[in-house]
């Protein structure tokens, strides 16, 4: 997805932008993979464990998560972007991850009594003491984890992400046949935390040595300050955020919309999540040249435009037929919740990127101010518009998303040095596409009112696909071109390489040659 010319540690025939749209399409492959064996899965659970069970493991579940961000403290993040990562400062960054591992793991189990008071239950506290070692797992494989996102090797981290999701589908399915019950829950999160963390160290070939270096640790630990500080903010804002909805308009209203946040949030998971691990480190390598980056990056955010805002669009549009076929009967007024949240959704489908770009660039601090902005601005608009009821606060969070999308084309003009209305203009693709799309797929939904709603579904996708590729094609052809270059057998490169492998070209040439085409290629 970012073009850049091939460093001498690379294979000729290899650019970032390869790697980068190769890395994305292997960890979105894998979160599909994730998501389907998962499904056949809680298949199988369900009809031995009971709600009560899934929602022990559920409330202990979401203890961990902030003692995961503890154990890191960001050095994974510094790590992928660093322009040297020596020895001493990989050992640095181990050393203090395995203690934290350790201590925390030993807080989580500690205080486990005390969470298991909050939660007002007593079957949470033995859970949360045996989960405790996923925190040290975490902890012991985010080196190896970071090394192998720093290598660009996608590919690796997508297959070991799959086999330790699918061996821990096994594990949990093996354990309930044999009447383990709620363990079993318990058994798969320590499987794929585990196997994780042990395939990285197999992947990676790496060891650290007995080296600690106090300066290193000061230098990552404020880079690793901002990078924490970022998600205690999104963590602070959602406790606000469910209380203000919880407290205004009850437990029932916070249900329906946590159902259609979660719907949002799966098609965003199964699009572009795999957008800010691949394009940090992308980033990260030609950020020495202002002027390729600023090219690199806007053909990333017209490519991320083109790519995943019509899956949002086709939830905007379907709401009221996916929301049934997905989560059953009985959360209609989810439904125009969700299709507001999906255009907040399309709004800000630039932000993964940028959020990529700060990081890679080694700017969390910037970020960090962005987010507390934000997060402050959304929930005090939560708190003015829960008096208008769920449409009211999801109506909020959609004026939300625009402000930040206006105010990150300033941020990020003053990054790349550019100028604001320069990164302003490949939004101006979502609005044209987008209310072409929707128009479009609402007239199909409605012409196709007596079809099954599966059938239904699949139809507008269809439609809103064939609206946004017209649109693409009548307003932003470049598009097309960046996105036919990465696919298999459309990337010149390919076959120079292959020529490159086979002794055609005469050694003296095939450097000079490979890079004249791969200029050619990033200014055309």
Not at 189 to 217: D, K
Not at 223 to 233: A, D, I, P, S
Not at 326 to 351: C, H, N, T
Request: glycine fraction near 10%.
């Amino acid at each position: 997805m970012i073009d850049d010319q091939p460093r001498t540690s690379e294979a000729p025939d290899t650019s970032v932008g390869r790697q980068a749209a190769s890395g994305v399409l292997w960890l979105t492959v894998q979160k599909w993979a994730v998501r389907l064996s998962g499904l056949v899965t809680i298949a199988v659970l369900t009809r031995f464990l009971s709600p009560e069970d899934f929602g022990v493991v559920a409330a202990a579940s979401t203890v961990l998560p902030f003692f995961y961000l503890l154990a890191d403290l960001g050095f994974a993040a510094y790590i992928v972007q660093v322009e040297h990562a020596g020895r001493r400062l990989l050992s640095t960054a181990f050393w203090f991850a395995a203690l934290a591992g350790v201590v925390l793991a030993a807080a989580v189990a500690g205080a486990a009594p005390l969470f298991g008071l909050v939660f007002d239950s007593a079957d949470v506290v033995p859970v949360l003491q045996v989960l405790a070692l996923a925190v040290l797992a975490t902890a012991l494989g985010s080196v190896p984890t970071a090394l192998l996102r720093r290598e660009m090797r996608f590919r690796t981290l997508a297959i070991q992400g799959t086999v330790a999701s699918v061996a821990a589908q096994v594990v949990a399915v093996a354990m309930v046949l044999t009447g383990a019950g709620v363990w079993a829950l318990v058994g798969q999160v320590l499987t794929v935390q585990g196997l994780t963390a042990l395939l990285a160290w197999t992947a990676a070939r790496w060891w650290p040595s007995l080296a600690f270096s106090g300066r290193q640790f000061a230098v990552m630990a404020r880079f690793g300050g901002q990078v924490l500080g970022v998600e205690c903010v999104a963590v602070c804002r959602q406790w606000a955020e469910t209380a203000i909805v919880s407290v205004g308009l009850g437990m029932a209203a916070l249900g329906y919309l946590n159902i259609a946040q979660r719907l949002v949030q799966i098609v965003q998971e199964l699009t572009g999540a795999a957008l800010l691990p691949v394009t940090m480190v992308a980033f990260a390598k030609i950020r020495d040249s202002a002027e390729r980056l600023r090219h690199a990056y806007l053909r990333a955010l017209r490519m991320t435009y083109a790519l995943l805002a019509p899956p949002l669009t086709l939830l905007a549009v379907a709401a009221p037929l996916i929301l049934p076929l997905v989560f059953g009967d009985g959360w209609e007024e989810s439904v125009p919740v969700a299709r507001i949240l999906a255009f907040a959704g399309i709004m800000v489908v630039g932000a993964t990127l940028d959020h990529g770009l700060f990081y890679g660039l080694g700017r969390p601090g910037r970020w960090f101010g962005y987010a507390l902005a934000i997060d402050v601005l959304t929930v005090a608009t939560t708190a003015l518009t829960v008096r208008w009821g769920l449409v009211g606060v999801a109506t909020g969070f959609l004026v939300v998303a625009a402000v930040a999308t206006a105010s990150r084309w300033f941020l990020v003009a003053r990054l790349l040095q550019a100028r604001p209305w320069a990164l302003a203009g490949p939004f101006g693709f979502l609005a044209v596409a987008v209310p072409v799309g929707a128009g479009t797929g609402w007239l199909v939904m409605t012409a196709t009112a007596g079809l099954p709603p599966i059938v239904r579904v699949g139809l507008i996708g269809i439609a809103i696909l064939v609206a946004y590729g017209a649109v693409t094609v009548l307003l932003a052809k470049r598009v097309v071109t960046d996105i036919a270059r990465y696919l298999p057998g459309q990337n010149g490169i390919d076959y120079l390489g292959r020529h490159v492998r086979t002794g055609y070209l005469p050694r003296h040439t095939r450097a000079a040659r490979v890079n004249m085409l791969v200029n050619s290629m990033e200014h055309s």
